[in-house]
């Protein structure tokens, strides 16, 4: 099992660590030619990090600790600016621009509580794939049956990897999809995609400015809510979790498990039947809604309009140097037109509002994070007709969160042993600590504690 970061902290205040061993350690595991280290990571803070540890050390023996994540190896995602950096988002095309004036918000949140980075992590270029695999950097494998080489997830892909691999103790991302989420429930971790307006996107580079937003990969919920109050600028609330018997929860009855594998149904049913052992109402529930948003996005959807909106420029005179698969979906906003934006935009909220007004009752909804188990990254690499149908399939329970402008966590529920499956456990916009206070509960009533 993963250290929390409650855990490291409390060894790091006994003085049986010090943040210099914990960023000698990750960057030694990064830096391990047997290890994923070279495949996670597009550039790696050696002379920073170890500077900062000793720094925090400092601090930290003068009574000084600035946060709960003061002086732990921290990764964050290739589309985050570093001041003095150019921000390459998993691109080869990008290398020529100029590098960054600032530091991106978060990241400057994250330094000022303390975090040391160990590096930049690899991705789905410019964040546009929920598989995780970057014909230019190359892509690390899951830590699950490697192997069999599976994909790790994305499109914080290297995120994912870093902390079930050890060379961070958490890891940053960006979810417009489940990117945060569905590396999460393919490494076998907890992590958290925010309502995306309480974290701010400046100095992050868009893929969907209506979609994006900007959450933790970490070893439990208790560290995702940690990390999402720095984040988010807001005090920590360490309110006690609920009692599960006291819970109601929804789940979808259509659409959230079409296409799963075996593995995965049999983990789900069973996660539900010991939810409901723990005294909670798990209700199945209609939402009519969730069919219809493959039809609101027939034409490709927010994501499409706006990526193409924003690389339209790069991509005609660049097209070579893009991932294929990449550019041919942001390509398909170049043909919606100003009345097809508009429309979406406005079948949104009524859509949100519709779903909201299902979810009234319930605490959360419940859904596998993915309905399937990590596909081996070669079966995908090897044909574009595998890796589209894959992308599809993984990318569809967490959009449906995106699209509600909700918050989202993924638990992780399988066995120990078994292949990685991840719980989603949602809810409307802001409702972010209800969530997380909720995921506390399950996590810990359904596995070894995490807390």
């Given at each position: ?149 599976r994909i790790p997830g994305g499109s ?111 983990v789900f049913q069973h996660t539900l ?179």
């Open positions: 099992m993963l250290p929390t970061l409650t855990a490291l902290q409390e060894s790091l205040a006994s003085g049986q660590l010090t943040s210099l061993d914990l960023t000698q350690a990750a960057l030694a595991r990064i830096d391990d030619a047997s290890g994923e280290g070279a495949r996670a990571f597009t550039r790696v803070y050696h002379d920073q990090a170890r500077a900062a540890a000793q720094a925090s050390d400092i601090l930290r023996a003068a009574g000084l600790a600035r946060s709960p994540i003061e002086g732990l190896p921290i990764s964050i995602k290739d589309l985050f600016d570093v001041a003095g950096e150019t921000t390459l988002a998993g691109s080869t095309v990008l290398k020529a621009a100029p590098a960054a004036a600032g530091s991106a918000v978060v990241v400057q949140r994250l330094l000022g509580a303390g975090a040391v980075l160990v590096g930049k992590t690899n991705m789905t270029e410019f964040a546009f794939s929920g598989l995780g695999l970057n014909p230019h950097y190359g892509t690390p494998a899951s830590p699950w049956d490697r192997t069999a080489g914080s892909s290297g995120a994912g990897v870093s902390v079930a691999d050890g060379m961070s103790v958490a890891a940053i991302g960006t979810d417009t999809g489940g990117s945060v989420r569905i590396p999460s429930a393919f490494c076998g971790l907890a992590g958290f995609k925010p309502t995306a307006r309480r974290v701010p996107g400046q100095g992050a580079l868009p893929l969907s400015f209506s979609l994006d937003s900007i959450g933790p990969l970490a070893a439990s919920v208790s560290c995702c809510a940690t990390l999402d109050a720095i984040l988010s600028g807001q005090p920590l609330r360490p309110d006690p979790a609920p009692d599960p018997a006291r819970l109601r929860f929804a789940v979808p009855a259509s659409l959230v498990l079409d296409g799963a594998d075996d593995h995965v149904s049999t039947r010991e939810i409901r052992r723990l005294g909670a109402q798990v209700d199945t529930v209609d939402f009519p809604e969730f069919q219809q948003l493959a039809h609101i996005n027939r034409l490709g959807g927010l994501v499409c309009a706006e990526a193409w909106a924003w690389h339209k420029d790069l991509l005609q005179d660049h097209a070579a140097q893009y991932d294929p698969r990449v550019a041919s979906r942001i390509a398909r906003g170049k043909d919606m037109s100003a009345a097809d934006y508009i429309e979406l935009t406005q079948a949104r909220p009524e859509w949100i509002a519709a779903v909201q007004a299902r979810l009234r009752h319930y605490d959360a909804l419940l859904m596998p994070t993915v309905p399937v188990i990590a596909p081996t990254i070669q079966s995908l690499q090897a044909s574009d007709e595998a890796y589209f149908k894959a992308n599809a399939l993984i990318l569809r329970n967490p959009t449906l969160i995106n699209f509600l402008d909700g918050c989202a966590l993924s638990i992780p529920c399988h066995p120990d042993g078994a292949a990685p499956v991840g719980l989603m456990i949602a809810g409307p916009a802001m409702r972010d600590a209800h969530i997380l206070r909720v995921g506390r509960a399950l996590e810990s009533a359904l596995g070894p504690s995490r807390a």
